[in-house]
């Protein structure tokens, strides 16, 4: 009898609830200057006068590192001091009374044939990002320095990357 009681006792069947949720990530498309993004353009130390042929054609480089988030599009634009659109600049010395000034002109290619501004379209530079930081290099070019007081001569340019 004691074998067909506990024969005929069936265990509790265990019961069990589900429900979900989810895990979630928005990635943001991103664009920064890698570390040690900009140098600057240097040229070497020259010799003018109204009598001697001025040197022509000074050329100079940089490289802007952009580094943006996978599948980013961006376009990267430089403006010189002066708001020049056409990547056009003009060196100025810190001097109140040096009004003197040298023209110079910012590239997309070696041949420098190709104006680098911030006219979209016309002389900016698009990229995709890749999640790796990718070098673009500025051209330069002092066409000529002309007689110019001696000193030194400068200018600012603003980097920018749209995205």
């Known amino acids: 009898i004691a074998a067909a009681l506990i024969a005929s006792v069936t265990p509790a069947t265990a019961a069990s609830i589900n429900n979900t ?3 979630t990530i928005t990635i943001a498309p991103k664009c920064i200057f890698s570390a040690a993004a900009i140098a600057d353009i240097a040229y070497n130390t020259h010799f003018t006068t109204a009598t001697t042929p001025s040197e022509v054609n000074l050329d100079g480089s940089t490289i802007v590192k952009v580094l ?10 430089m403006a010189p001091t002066g708001a020049s659109t056409a990547g056009t600049g003009t060196l100025k010395s810190n001097a109140s ?3 003197d000034t040298i023209a110079y002109g910012l590239f997309r290619d070696p041949a420098r044939s190709l104006a680098w501004g911030t006219t979209s379209g ?5 990229g995709t990002g890749t999640g790796v930081s ?7 070019r002092i066409p000529t320095i002309g007689n110019v007081t ?3 001569y400068a200018d600012t ?3 920018s990357v749209v995205y």
């Open 134 to 140: 990718i070098d673009h290099t500025v051209y330069s």
């Open 21 to 23: 949720f989810n895990v």
């Open 157 to 159: 340019v603003t980097v």
């Open 68 to 77: 943006c988030t996978k599948t980013t599009p961006y376009t990267l634009t």
């Open 150 to 152: 001696p000193d030194n």
């Open 122 to 126: 016309t002389n900016t530079q698009a």
């Open 97 to 99: 009374s040096n009004t």
